[in-house]
């Protein structure tokens, strides 16, 4: 009895494991939306983004645009780099990630990756991998 049980375990085992090894086929979904943020992002405002193009001074945004549970939003920041020298620009952020441009003395423009790490700042890299903290304006 107990063999037969150990067969039917078996069984079971090696048919279970052989469909859970098949990967489900990949579908891409059709989205005027952008996969990622990038720096260019926040110097057009595509005609798409224009239909829901929104200004409230209330809060600290420059403005936003998209729909419900997918609004990219525009803010000024100001922050120090690694070296305590003071930085100021703009982004664009979408979710907790976004893309934009700061200012330095010593350098013209500098394009940032951005994340949120509490509410009202950021950490901020450019493509060298300095890091930056800034804060919204």
Known sequence: MLKNYLILFLLFTFYSCEK?????????????????????????????????????????????????????????????????????GNINVQGKYGAGILITDSVAEIEINTEWVSYGKLKATDKKGNEYHLIVK
């Open 20 to 88: 859970a090894s098949e990967a489900p086929p990949v579908q891409q979904v059709n989205s005027f939306y952008k996969s990622a943020i990038t720096a260019d992002d926040r110097k057009t405002i595509t005609p798409e983004e224009a239909k829901t193009y929104h200004i409230n001074k209330t809060y600290q945004y420059e403005y936003r645009t998209g729909n419900p549970g997918n609004y990219e939003y525009n803010y000024d920041v100001k922050g120090i780099n690694i070296n305590g020298d003071s930085v100021c």
